[in-house]
T-cell receptor, first 113, second 113 residues
Framework: EAEVAQSPRYKITEKSQAVAFWCDPI?????LYWYRQILGQGPELLVQFQDESVVDDSQLPKDRFSAERLKGVDSTLKIQPAELGDSAMYLC???????????FGSGTRLTVV | DQQVKQNSPSLSVQEGRISILNCDYTNSMFDYFLWYKKYPAEGPTFLIS?????DKNEDGRFTVFLNKSAKHLSLHIVPSQPGDSAVYFCAANTNFGNEKLTFGTGTRLTIIP
C-alpha cells in the first residue's frame, strides 16, 4: 500500500536553532499538505501545495517557517529559529489531483528545549 | 473560531458495547466529512467518510451518520474492541475531499476489557 514518507520521526532541538522536516508524498499525488498538531488539539493546516505552487499558506508563521516543493514531488518544511511553542507533531499529507484519497504520513514529533 | 467541534474530550466504553462519538460543525459550506483514528506518535489514519448527499455510510463495524439540518455527525462503532482505543478526530472540507481539512479537537476513546 502506498504511503506518505516523513523524516525524521523524532527531533529534539534547542530553541533558536534551525530544524527541517522532509516529506515524500504518494507517487502521482499533486497536492501536498503540511499540518501541525499541538497536543490536545486537532491538526491545523500550515501550508498546501498544488504541484510546486503554494495555494494556501495563510496559517504559516512566515517570520520563522518556510516550505518548499521545488519539483512538485517531495517537500521540506523549515523552522528558523525554533521556539518552545513550536513543540508539536508535524504531519504531511497528500491527495490526488482527481478523486478522493487523503493520506497522512506518520509525522515528525518535534520537541524544542 | 472552531468550525468543527468535538465536545467530549474522552469516552470510556465496555468491550463489546457500542461506542458513539459526536461532532458538530458550524460552516454550512462543508460538504464532505471524515473520521480519523490516531495512535500516539503516529499520523491519523482514515476510517470512514460521508458526503453531504447522504445521511449514513457504513463500513463493517463503523457507521457514520450525518444530520445536515442539525450540523451534526456521529461515528458508531459496534461492537467495540480493545484495539479501537485511540484518539478519534472528526474532519470536514469542501470540494468532496480534495481541499484542506478542518479538524475537531479529538475524542480519546478507551475500550475497557
Amino acid at each position: 500500500e502506498a504511503e506518505v514518507a516523513q523524516s525524521p520521526r523524532y527531533k529534539i532541538t534547542e530553541k533558536s536553532q534551525a530544524v527541517a522536516f522532509w516529506c515524500d508524498p504518494i507517487s502521482g499525488h499533486a497536492t501536498l499538505y503540511w499540518y501541525r498538531q499541538i497536543l490536545g488539539q486537532g491538526p491545523e493546516l500550515l501550508v498546501q501545495f498544488q504541484d510546486e505552487s503554494v495555494v494556501d499558506d495563510s496559517q504559516l508563521p512566515k517570520d520563522r517557517f518556510s516550505a518548499e516543493r521545488l519539483k512538485g514531488v517531495d517537500s521540506t518544511l523549515k523552522i528558523q529559529p525554533a521556539e518552545l511553542g513550536d513543540s508539536a507533531m508535524y504531519l504531511c499529507a497528500s491527495s490526488p489531483r482527481q478523486g478522493r484519497g487523503y493520506t497522512f504520513g506518520s509525522g515528525t514529533r518535534l520537541t524544542v528545549v | 473560531d472552531q468550525q468543527v467541534k468535538q465536545n467530549s474530550p474522552s469516552l470510556s466504553v465496555q468491550e463489546g458495547r457500542i461506542s458513539i462519538l459526536n461532532c458538530d460543525y458550524t460552516n454550512s459550506m462543508f460538504d464532505y466529512f471524515l473520521w480519523y483514528k490516531k495512535y500516539p506518535a503516529e499520523g491519523p489514519t482514515f476510517l470512514i467518510s460521508i458526503s453531504s448527499i447522504k445521511d449514513k455510510n457504513e463500513d463493517g463495524r463503523f457507521t457514520v451518520f450525518l444530520n445536515k439540518s442539525a450540523k451534526h455527525l456521529s461515528l458508531h462503532i459496534v461492537p467495540s474492541q480493545p484495539g479501537d482505543s485511540a484518539v478519534y478526530f472528526c474532519a470536514a472540507n469542501t470540494n468532496f475531499g480534495n481541499e484542506k481539512l478542518t479538524f475537531g479537537t479529538g475524542t480519546r476513546l478507551t475500550i475497557i476489557p
